[in-house]
């Protein structure tokens, strides 16, 4: 089993800044790929950008140029960097890890965190 905590969420004025971070702990071995999705309310939760083990990144169209994704492979941890935050932002943010299993990838969820864009 992995365990993952997040923090850094909360509320934010358009165009400002937050950061989340997510701390994997448990079954860590084998983690490849680390990410953030989001859902807001009324919608199907969306990737927002996840990156592997090898640094490769993906992100959402939206968020590109603002969102920055980072990995810290020794302590298990991977953090976002939300820039020029805009009200469609808001939504709770979740971490995911995918993790190699002798049954295939297994994905691990967050309790999730609520970014809130507001003026």
């Known amino acids: 089993q992995v365990q993952l905590v997040e923090s850094g969420g909360g509320l934010v004025q358009p165009g400002g800044s937050l950061r989340l971070s997510c701390a994997a702990s448990?079954?860590?071995?084998?983690?490849?790929?680390m990410g953030w999705y989001r859902q807001a309310p009324g919608k199907q939760r969306e990737l927002v950008t996840d990156?592997?083990?090898?640094?490769?990144?993906n992100y959402e169209d939206s968020v590109k140029g603002r969102f920055t994704i980072s990995r810290d492979n020794a302590k298990n941890t991977v953090t976002l960097q939300m820039n020029s935050l805009l009200p469609e932002d808001t939504a709770v943010y979740y971490c995911?890890?995918?993790?190699?299993?002798?049954?295939?990838?297994?994905?691990?969820w967050g309790q999730g965190t609520q970014v809130t864009v507001s003026s």
């Open positions: 448990g079954s860590i071995f084998s983690i490849y790929t």
């Open positions: 995911k890890v995918v993790r190699r299993t002798s049954r295939g990838p297994y994905d691990y």
């Open positions: 990156i592997t083990d090898d640094g490769r990144t």
